[in-house]
């Protein structure tokens, strides 16, 4: 799978407060990648350094395996990291035309993606007639006119209606169904749950998990399993009528179950199967139970 954004050890000091303590993820193409995080845990800072618009402190990344600098790697991508910044007394349209002509861009693509985002009924009307939603569906658009290999957005339905969020959400599936990238930061589990199939957690600037989206909220929780063949007891495993899932993560695999085992069951399981385990942990709802306590504001859309 192809890598698009790797990022290695990154941290960023603010004076006194270190809002990046040496985070470390990796996107790969295709997926919908939610960096979920309370308030004030470093999303923001982070997005805003890969975007080059805020200087990090140490660590590293890399667009795109390294092929390209970064000012080269940012033409391939579409990132909305504010609230949208249009000529209010111009038309969505002649607003698009404007980041045509700017990025050197056929207008025939404008039509397209005001479909995309279900705003083609009203691209003759002045932006300042729009909603908040609709605002953001256009900034999407705009994001979106040169095709970018990935889409980055930063809290993309804070402050709206559910109407507007859901919108917001069904557009974003919609983007994903497509084949585009997408790496998105909320503070709402339920948003990550509903749009993502991936997640970095952060908390203060640190990474919590990386890893799916079923791994995060699987109800009967997940394995992490390390022995000296990885390969073998991955064959095993996904024999196992109880695991959906199985990833890589450093020397270990994470396993996430649909039905609860014991511990030892799965251990006898295995070592039948020739494998002896060097390291069993059950994490057991831990992760969605820990970040619902980290948030206060919970959605029901
Ligand atoms: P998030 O987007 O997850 O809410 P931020 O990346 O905006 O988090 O902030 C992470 C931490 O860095 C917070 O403690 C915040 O107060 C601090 N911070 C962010 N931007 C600045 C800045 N320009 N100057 C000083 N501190 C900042
Ligand atoms: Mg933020």
Request: glycine share 8%; charged share 20%; hydrophobic share 40%.
């Given at each position: 799978m ?6 290695d ?7 006194k407060v ?6 470390s993820?990796?996107?790969k193409?295709?997926?919908?990648y ?11 800072t982070t ?12 660590g ?9 600098n ?9 990132a909305i990291?504010?609230?949208?910044n249009f ?9 698009l ?10 207008y ?7 479909q ?19 605002k953001?569906?256009l900034?999407?658009?705009?994001a979106?006119?040169?095709?970018p ?12 209606d559910?109407?507007?969020?859901r ?10 169904a ?6 998105l930061?909320?503070h ?5 749950e ?9 908390r203060r600037?640190e990474?919590l ?29 996904a ?12 020397d270990k695999?994470?396993?996430v ?6 511990g030892?069951e799965?251990n ?7 494998i002896?385990l ?5 994490q057991k709802h ?15 859309n």
């Open positions: 192809d890598t698009i954004l790797t990022i050890n990154l941290q960023k000091r603010y004076g270190q809002a990046l303590k040496g985070i993820f990796e996107i193409k295709g997926n919908v939610g960096i979920l995080g309370p308030n004030g845990s470093g999303k923001s997005l805003g350094i890969i975007l080059d618009v805020v200087n990090k402190t140490s590293s990344y890399s667009w795109f395996g390294g092929t390209s970064t000012q080269q790697a940012l033409k391939k991508v579409g990291i504010e609230r949208p000529y209010p007394y111009m038309t969505a349209y002649q607003n035309k404007l980041v045509c002509d700017i990025k050197q861009i056929p025939s693509k404008i039509d397209e993606k005001l995309l985002v279900e705003l083609i009924e009203r691209k003759d009307s002045k932006f300042r007639t729009y909603s908040l939603g609709m953001q569906r900034a999407i658009a705009s979106l006119l040169n095709d290999e990935i889409l980055i957005l930063d809290e993309p339905t804070n402050g709206l559910p109407q507007g969020i919108q917001i959400r069904d557009i974003i599936r919609k983007i994903a497509t084949g585009t990238t997408i790496l930061a909320s709402l589990l339920d948003e990550v509903k749009v993502c199939t991936h997640a970095v957690v952060l600037g990474v998990y990386t890893g799916t989206v079923t791994g995060m909220t699987s109800n009967e929780g997940f394995f992490e399993l390390k022995a000296d063949n990885l390969p073998q007891m991955k064959e095993a495993l024999n196992h009528p109880a695991v959906t899932n199985i990833e890589e993560k450093d695999l994470v396993v179950l649909s039905q609860p085992v014991a030892s799965l006898r399981y295995l070592f039948e199967k020739g002896c060097s390291h069993l942990v059950l831990s992760l969605e139970e820990q970040f619902i306590q980290l948030t206060s504001t919970k959605t029901t």
